[in-house]
Each structure stands twice: as structure tokens, then as C-alpha cells.
């Protein structure tokens, strides 16, 4: 007799695992197939439907004001806002841009976005998860996704995203719109496909305190189907350096070298240099 308990608990337990493995099999054709690389189809600047110097951000007096000093600073030759320069990665929202491209891997409790640039990997719960009463900032954040079946086909359409808990420095894009420096960006998606299988949508909306209302744009990704991924090591041969406040520049032969006319030289305070 206990020969045969033994087969049937292996008969029930091989069954349940079956019974499993259908269920998740049947639960994955629920999914959208975005498993694949993503390249960017909206241009490298923020709100692609707008020029690149007149996206017409709804910022603040404030940072209307700082973005302007980062533009002058640009044309002097310097870095302006953009704190990539330094290695920084790009963080939300900013990192939907997408520049060298992303792949997109789903699981029930949790869709990956891995994106290419300075190695942005965003992890998305939609495992039915509240926020949690401590978020550990960072520049991707923490995010909190939800699928929904918008045409009621048994199948979803579109994945609802919540990103809160970043950190900074953060601005939008290359050209230095800012975001605010206390860091409580609040950034909503909807992430979507096209009519067509290798066209992808995200709708952006960005609730910041450095804007006066939210700001929404459509970003634009396309498939590829002969994928080459790269490895983005953005410290290799990095010749920018930050002293104090000022951006220089290190030459090929290891001097520093100034980045706009009449920048003065580095403070030297704690070097002994020899008297004049």
C-alpha cells in the first residue's frame, strides 16, 4: 500500500505541474509580444511634435530662468544643464528617449526595461504591489505598472505605469530643460502598441513642481528584427572633468585644457606651488 501512495503522489504532483504550466502558457498569450529590441523612431529631443529649442516646456518662472542660463552656457562653450556629460545616467523621464535603444522582457509580476545607454534597467511591478512606505531614490525609480484589455478581447492592449522616488541630477533632454531639485517627479505611462507589430507608443506625462501643470508627449519606438546590441561604458575615454563648478576638458597628451573663451584656470589651493 505504500508503494502505491507514493506513485500517486508523484502522479498528482506531475499533474498539478502540468495543470501549472498550462495556466502560465494561457496567461503569456494574454501578454503583447514586445519581447525585442526597441530602437528609437521620435528624434533625440524630449517632445518630438516640437523643434528642439522650442519645445515650449510649461516651466516655472524659476526654471524657465534656469533653463535659460543652461542655453547661454552652451553657447559659451560649456555643458549647460546636462548632467550626462559627467556620466550621469539620463533617469526618468528622460530615459524613454531611448538613444541607442531598449529591450522589453514581460512577466506576470514584472516587466523589464532594459536600456542600453549608461545600462538604465527599469523594473516595473505588476504583481498588484501598493507603494511602499520608504522608496530608496534612484534614477530610474520605483515603478508600478498595470495591464488593462482597453477592447475587452481577452487579450491586454496597453500597460499603465506609475515611476515616483527619483533622484537627480535630472533634466529632460540634451537641451537642458530642467526638472526640480527636490526630486518629487511624479511620471505616468501608457505604454502601447501600434496597428502595426513593430511600432510602440509611450505616452509620457511628467508631474513635476519645476512645471506648472503636468506636460504630456508621445515617444515612438520601432522594432528591430536583426538586432547588434553594444556595450555603453560612458567613463571609457570620458575627457570631461568637473573641478569645483567648472566643466574642463583633458587633451590627448593629459593637459587640461579650458572648454570657452576666458575660462579662468582651476583652483589650486591645495597643491604647493612654487612662489612667484
Known sequence: MGGRGSVGSVVVAVALGLMAAGAQAAD?????????QWQNKSGGHFDSSRP???????LTPEYQAIYQAGVADVDAGGQGN???WRCIPPGM????IVYEGMEIAITPNMTYVMIEVLNQLRRIHTDGR????EIDPSYAGYSIGTWVDEDHDGKYDALLVETRGLKGPRVFDSTGIPLHKDNQTVVKERIYGDKDPDILHDDITTIDHALTQPWTVTRSYTRVHDPVWTEQICSE???????????YYVSEDGYLLPVRKDQPPPDLRYFNLPPR
Not at 52 to 58: D, L, V
Not at 93 to 96: E, H, I, K, N, V
Not at 237 to 247: A, C, R, T, Y
Open 28 to 36: 503569456a498569450s494574454k501578454y503583447p509580444d514586445w519581447m525585442a
Open 93 to 96: 523621464p528622460r530615459a524613454m
Open 237 to 247: 575615454d570620458n575627457h570631461h572633468i568637473l573641478i569645483g563648478k567648472e566643466n
Open 52 to 58: 528642439r529649442m522650442k519645445q515650449e516646456a510649461p
Open 130 to 133: 501598493d507603494w511602499p512606505a
Open 82 to 84: 546636462d548632467p550626462m
